[in-house]
């Protein structure tokens, strides 16, 4: 059983369209993650949610919409992609009092 | 402003001790050091942490100087599957808004 799931893995879309990227954890963890990896592979924080409750949001443009419709999922909306917008996208969870994140294996988005 | 400093890249021969160096001399009182790697394009994996004493799991052994202005991985047997990038990283913020700022990292080649 994959601890931490995304989909879809791959992803590739014209720019001005809106995409979804869906995350699950089944680990039981009360807190969970967006990350974003560009090209020169740097990670950056975008969204955490704990138990549904946003906490972190790093001056994320909003056509970044998170959404956790429960404490297991967390899903990643994004309108009107841009051609900045390709990157590897990582969802993350944890404990809230551990700094354990446990990593999806990544969606990579190409925006054309 | 990940708040760490590592060496870009090194090599260690097959068999042998990797030490990978991180200096965080800005580091308070109340934070911790977590190491994480990313091997190829995966999701980054958590090694170990630790806020003043040295620690040792299953992976690896962290080493913290006295006035914890730097640390030292170590995996004490490292093989080819080892060969990842490493992270060394300052967890900063206050309770319950916790966040992991990945820095460049030490790109680890192990040589057959």
């Known amino acids: 059983d994959t601890a931490v799931s995304q989909t879809p893995k791959y992803l590739v879309t014209q720019m001005g369209n809106d995409k979804s990227i869906k995350c699950e954890q089944n680990l039981g963890h009360d807190t969970m993650y967006w990350y974003k990896q560009d090209s020169k592979k740097f990670l950056k924080i975008m969204f955490s949610?704990?138990?549904?409750?946003?906490?972190i949001n790093e001056t994320v443009p909003n056509r970044f919409s998170p959404k956790s419709p429960d404490k297991a999922h967390l899903n990643l909306h994004i309108n009107s992609l841009e051609l900045g917008d390709s990157a590897v996208y990582f969802c993350?969870?944890?404990?809230?009092?551990?700094?354990?994140?446990?990593f999806g294996e990544g969606s990579r988005l190409t925006v054309l | 402003d990940a708040k760490t400093t590592q060496p870009t890249s090194m090599d260690c021969a097959e068999g042998r001790a990797a030490n990978l160096p991180c200096n965080h001399s800005?580091?308070?009182?109340?934070?911790?050091v977590y190491w994480y790697r990313q091997i190829h394009s995966q999701g980054p994996q958590y090694i170990i942490h630790?806020?003043?004493n040295n620690e040792t799991n299953e992976m690896a052994s962290l080493i913290i100087t006295e006035d914890r202005k730097s640390s030292t991985l170590i995996l004490p047997h490292a093989t080819l599957r080892d060969t990842a990038v490493y992270y060394c990283?300052?967890?900063?913020?206050?309770?319950?808004?916790?966040?992991?700022?990945f820095g460049t990292g030490t790109r680890l080649t192990i040589i057959p």
């Open positions: 630790g806020l003043k």
């Open positions: 949610y704990n138990n549904k409750e946003l906490i």
């Open positions: 993350a969870s944890s404990w809230r009092v551990t700094g354990e994140l446990f």
């Open positions: 990283i300052v967890r900063v913020g206050n309770f319950g808004n916790e966040k992991l700022t």
């Open positions: 800005t580091i308070s009182g109340n934070e911790y």
